[in-house]
T-cell receptor
C-alpha cells in the first residue's frame, strides 16, 4: 500500500458527461501528479500540483482540469467525455525534495465511457 | 519517435532465470532513471531509481544506466513467479520550475514460469 488513495475505483459514464476523480496524497506529501494510462499511449503525465499551485502541465486536454485543495487532496475533472477518454487515471504524490525520483502511485480509477 | 522506447514483450522465462529489461531514450537531459513494477489492475510501484550513470543493486534487482548510449537496464536475478508483472521504465530531469514530470516507457510484460 503506497499510502495514496483514489476514489472511485471504477466509473462508468456516457459520452458528453462530466466526472470528478479524487486523490488523497500520502501524509506529508505536498506534490500531487495525475497520469493517464491507456493501452495505446501507455502512462502519460497530465498535470502536477505543489501545495495548491499548478507546477507543470503535460498532455492534458482543455476539457480536463484539476485542482489541489488546502488539505492537499486533489481532484481531476473530466468534462464532455469522449469514448477515447476511457482509461486508467492514476494519482501520485511525493514530498518536496524527492519528486524527481520518488513518486508513489495510488491504485487508480478506471474510467469507462460508453 | 517516442522519447523513451521499451520493448513491450511479452517476455516469458523459467523460474530462477536472470531477466534483462531495457529502455532506450533520446533526451540527453534526463538525469533520473526509475523502474516501476505494475501488477495487473494495480498502480505502478517504485522499485528503484538511479541518478546519472552507473549501477545500483537492491536485493535481486540491479539497475544500470549508460548515459553515453542512452540505455538503461533492469536485471532480475533468481526470478520468481511473484515477479510476473509489467515493468515500466521512467525518467526525468531537474528543471528550474520544479517540473517533475516523469516520462514513461510503454512497459514490458514479464511472466515467470514455475
Amino acid at each position: 500500500d503506497s499510502g495514496v488513495t483514489q476514489t472511485p475505483k471504477h466509473l462508468i459514464t456516457a459520452t458528453g458527461q462530466r466526472v470528478t476523480l479524487r486523490c488523497s496524497p500520502r501524509s506529508g506529501d505536498l506534490s500531487v501528479y495525475w497520469y493517464q494510462q491507456s493501452l495505446d499511449q501507455g502512462l502519460q503525465f497530465l498535470i502536477q500540483y505543489y501545495n495548491g499551485e499548478e507546477r507543470a502541465k503535460g498532455n492534458i486536454l482543455e476539457r480536463f482540469s484539476a485542482q489541489q485543495f488546502p488539505d492537499l487532496h486533489s481532484e481531476l475533472n473530466l468534462s464532455s467525455l469522449e469514448l477515447g477518454d476511457s482509461a486508467l487515471y492514476f494519482c501520485a504524490s511525493s514530498d518536496r525534495d524527492r519528486g524527481l525520483y520518488e513518486q508513489y502511485f495510488g491504485p487508480g480509477t478506471r474510467l469507462t465511457v460508453t | 519517435q517516442k522519447e523513451v522506447e521499451q520493448d513491450p514483450g511479452p517476455l516469458s522465462v523459467p523460474e530462477g532465470a536472470i531477466v534483462s529489461l531495457n529502455c532506450t531514450y533520446s533526451n540527453s537531459a534526463f538525469q533520473y532513471f526509475m523502474w516501476y513494477r505494475q501488477y495487473s489492475r494495480k498502480g505502478p510501484e517504485l522499485l528503484m531509481y538511479t541518478y546519472s550513470s552507473g549501477n545500483k543493486e537492491d536485493g535481486r534487482f540491479t539497475a544500470q544506466v549508460d548515459k553515453s548510449s542512452k540505455y538503461i537496464s533492469l536485471f532480475i536475478r533468481d526470478s520468481q513467479p511473484s515477479d510476473s508483472a509489467t515493468y515500466l521504465c521512467a525518467m526525468t530531469r531537474r528543471s528550474n520550475f520544479g517540473n517533475e514530470k516523469l516520462t514513461f516507457g510503454t512497459g514490458t510484460r514479464l511472466t515467470i514460469i514455475p
